[in-house]
């Protein structure tokens, strides 16, 4: 039987410069079909060739406009299938438009569903059991027989790189795992105990916490420290895969969100507040050739496959974790002795927040918020322990809401939960006397602290 091209059924969205059209994308791929996101003047030829079985404009109303009144290709008009209107309001859509307005959308994911599988006859393909025989046939198509290298950080989607590339090629694939001593409690075991021990993945752990440690001394600045991570990972990786013989294909995370072209960034609407260097990032002078399995998934999606290929619910629903790690949790100047108490009392957080239970939604308090940590500040204050004066460090709890991370609650964690943390971390932990909570929101504040 051959297999059904899960590609076929093609829903185009167009993008307006709406902040909710990755949400809009995601519903349609969640509904089961696959979906691309362009900017809303994609010209004639590009139109016609996607092949679309339906188009959705996307566009809030509300949002200031990218030009003055934007238009669509007129190939949109010509192309002989659906169109769903959000949050569009130009008068001259033809008849066969469904028009409707952006917040019934974002209330009714049944709307966008409803116009898929119904008004575009689609049968829905694009699941993660589909999703995961296409990406292994296209992987083994283009790797035939030859190796691998991945850099496996732990995260979400270098593991599901690794989990998905194992099932397709085996032995082909070879993980370099860069400890850079600046991960969480137990964390570099743990990725060597999945993939090396439970399934059986080959991986190279490279211990470099003293290099990292030794090119950071005396460095205090954000900005210098994160160039410092990222440029020296790159180096370990660069040097461990210059070790290994026979590789011409090096795999990457690159998710959909990476690759989509901004349509702010192409009118030039774009606005850059802080540089991410992400760990992991690419040497310049590369001489592999990619393997990007991920990248037309949305993270959701990666989640889901991470399911489906048997990693843990609770590696793949982890809350995000920066690439210069605990580096940019530690405020200004990095030592051993910093990071060995934040993973402690990190430690201690998480562990608390997953053990206590909301009882209005039944989850837990760790799934509840989207990203929380303990941040190491390098300020001595006072407790009395046994009668006695002892000045100890400070560490200050983060805890947020967030939907998209551009923007950000602080969480309202129950009082109780924050004590028994606080005593826990004061009592458990002999470098550390007093806990904070930080209370601030984003913007103005950002999530991390540096
Ligand atoms: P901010 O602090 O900018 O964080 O509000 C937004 C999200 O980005 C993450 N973050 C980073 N991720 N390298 C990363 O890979 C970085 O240098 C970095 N700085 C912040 C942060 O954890 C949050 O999820």
Redesign the pocket.
């Known amino acids: 039987m051959t297999k059904q091209d899960i590609h076929a059924e093609r829903i185009l969205v167009l993008d307006f410069g709406s902040e909710y059209t990755q949400l809009i994308a995601r519903k349609v791929r969640s509904a089961g079909v696959y979906c691309e996101v362009h900017p809303f003047d994609l010209d004639a030829a590009a139109v016609q060739a996607f092949n679309a079985r339906g188009v959705i404009l996307s566009c809030d109303p509300n949002a200031e406009p990218l030009v003055a009144d934007p238009q669509p290709d007129a190939a949109v008009y010509q192309l002989d299938v659906p169109l769903l209107s959000v949050g569009y309001a130009h008068a001259c859509l033809p008849a066969r438009a469904t028009h409707i307005a952006a917040y019934d959308d974002h209330s009714s994911p049944a709307r966008v569903e409803q116009f898929v599988l119904q008004d575009c006859a689609c049968a829905g393909l694009w699941t993660p059991a589909n999703i995961i025989d296409d990406a292994i046939a296209k992987v083994r198509a283009q790797v035939g027989d030859k190796q691998v290298l991945l850099g496996l950080s732990g995260g979400v989607d270098s593991s599901v790189v690794a989990a998905l590339l194992h099932r397709a090629i085996g032995d082909q694939l070879t993980c370099v795992f860069v400890d850079h001593g600046l991960l969480r409690l137990h964390e570099g075991d743990q990725v060597m105990q999945m993939f090396a021990r439970n399934m059986g993945v080959k991986v190279i752990r490279v211990d470099a916490e003293q290099r990292f440690l030794d090119l950071l001394k005396g460095v205090s600045d954000p900005e210098a420290k994160?160039k410092i991570?990222?440029r020296t990972f790159i180096e370990v990786f660069d040097e461990e895969s210059a070790k290994l013989e026979g590789i011409d294909f090096l795999a990457q995370g690159t998710i959909y969100p990476d690759i989509i072209e901004s349509v702010a960034i192409k009118h030039g609407k774009a606005r850059v507040?802080?540089?991410?260097?992400?760990?992991g990032g690419l040497p310049e002078d590369m001489k592999f050739q990619l393997v990007e399995p991920l990248k037309e998934l949305f993270k959701d999606e990666v989640r889901r496959l991470g399911v489906e290929l048997g990693l843990p619910a609770s590696m793949v629903y982890r809350?995000?974790?920066?690439?210069?790690g605990l580096g940019?949790r530690i405020l200004g100047e990095i030592k051993k002795e910093y990071a060995d108490l934040l993973r402690l009392a990190d430690n201690i957080f998480i562990e608390e927040l997953r053990g206590w239970v909301d009882e209005a939604s039944g989850q837990n308090w760790y799934d509840k918020t989207?990203?929380a940590?303990a941040v190491f500040i390098p300020v001595k204050s006072v407790g009395v322990v046994n009668d006695e004066r002892r000045y100890a460090w400070v560490v200050s709890l983060r805890a947020v809401e967030?939907i998209d991370?551009?923007t950000?609650r602080w969480a309202h964690l129950p009082y109780a939960l924050i004590e028994k943390v606080s005593t826990r971390i004061i009592t458990e932990i002999e470098g550390i006397s007093r806990v904070v909570y930080d209370v601030s929101s984003?913007p103005p504040?950002?999530?991390?602290?540096?």
Do not use: D
């Not at 504040?445 to 540096?450: D, F, H, L, V, Y």
């Open positions: 994160r991570i990222g507040i802080k540089s991410h260097h992400n760990v809350h995000p974790f920066p690439g210069p940019v989207s990203q940590f967030t991370f551009m950000a984003k504040a950002t999530i991390e602290w540096e």
